[in-house]
């Protein structure tokens, strides 16, 4: 499962909440991201495809793995375009994704109150621009990301169980 949308959306929060929910294995895709990217998100620019293809490849591989040896798994990821999930669907599949939303203002406070990220509030604006949600024909959910994480997460359990997502 990749728990998708942009900076502030809480994407990782949830995730993990998701992962200990379902007893299942939790990575932060952000963790899989080479120097390089990071020195230039850290400076305000904005990645572009040929910035993300190797880091895409990395957390497909990931997902992949841990659907193939049935441990599953949940991974935060922002995946904000419909190329970038078709590119984790290439190495896995049976990927479900869980698309969080908010509105503006509260992604601008949060950002605004974190602490320890990589990602400057800067970036929210390219972000929002490049998003592209789910569509009809992705295996996956749309959820409201303004109420309190626990109730996303249950929300989110509830949404993987109707969609038959294992």
Same mark, same amino acid.
């Given at each position: 499962?990749?728990?998708?949308?942009? #900076?502030g959306v809480g994407k990782s929060t949830v995730a993990r909440l998701l992962a200990e929910r379902l007893? @299942?294995?939790?990575?932060?895709?952000?963790?899989? %991201? $080479?120097?390089?990217?990071? =020195?230039?998100?850290?400076?305000?620019? /904005? +990645?572009?495809? %040929?910035? =993300?293809?190797? *880091?895409?490849?990395?957390?497909?591989? *990931? @997902?992949?793995? %841990?659907?193939?040896?049935?441990?599953?798994?949940?991974?935060?990821? #922002?995946a904000l375009r419909r190329r970038y999930r078709d590119a984790l669907r290439s190495s896995c599949p049976?990927?479900?994704? +869980? %698309? +969080?939303?908010?509105? =503006?203002?509260?992604?601008?406070?949060r950002l605004h109150g974190r602490t320890g990220h990589f990602m400057p509030e800067t970036l929210l604006? #390219?972000?929002?621009?490049? @998003?592209? /949600? +789910?569509? /009809?024909?992705?295996?996956?959910?749309? @959820?409201?990301?303004?109420? $309190? /994480?626990?109730?996303?997460? =249950?929300?989110?359990?509830?949404?993987?169980?109707?969609?038959? *997502?294992?």
């Amino acid at each position: 499962m990749v728990v998708i949308g942009v #900076s502030g959306v809480g994407k990782s929060t949830v995730a993990r909440l998701l992962a200990e929910r379902l007893g @299942l294995p939790f990575a932060e895709a952000d963790d899989f %991201h $080479p120097p390089a990217n990071i =020195r230039k998100m850290s400076s305000g620019v /904005p +990645l572009d495809d %040929h910035d =993300r293809r190797s *880091w895409l490849e990395t957390v497909g591989r *990931w @997902l992949d793995d %841990h659907d193939a040896d049935g441990s599953g798994g949940v991974v935060s990821c #922002s995946a904000l375009r419909r190329r970038y999930r078709d590119a984790l669907r290439s190495s896995c599949p049976s990927a479900f994704f +869980l %698309h +969080l939303t908010a509105e =503006r203002a509260l992604l601008e406070a949060r950002l605004h109150g974190r602490t320890g990220h990589f990602m400057p509030e800067t970036l929210l604006d #390219s972000q929002l621009a490049v @998003l592209e /949600p +789910l569509q /009809p024909d992705e295996r996956g959910a749309t @959820l409201d990301a303004s109420p $309190p /994480p626990e109730e996303i997460t =249950r929300r989110a359990a509830e949404a993987v169980t109707e969609a038959g *997502w294992n």
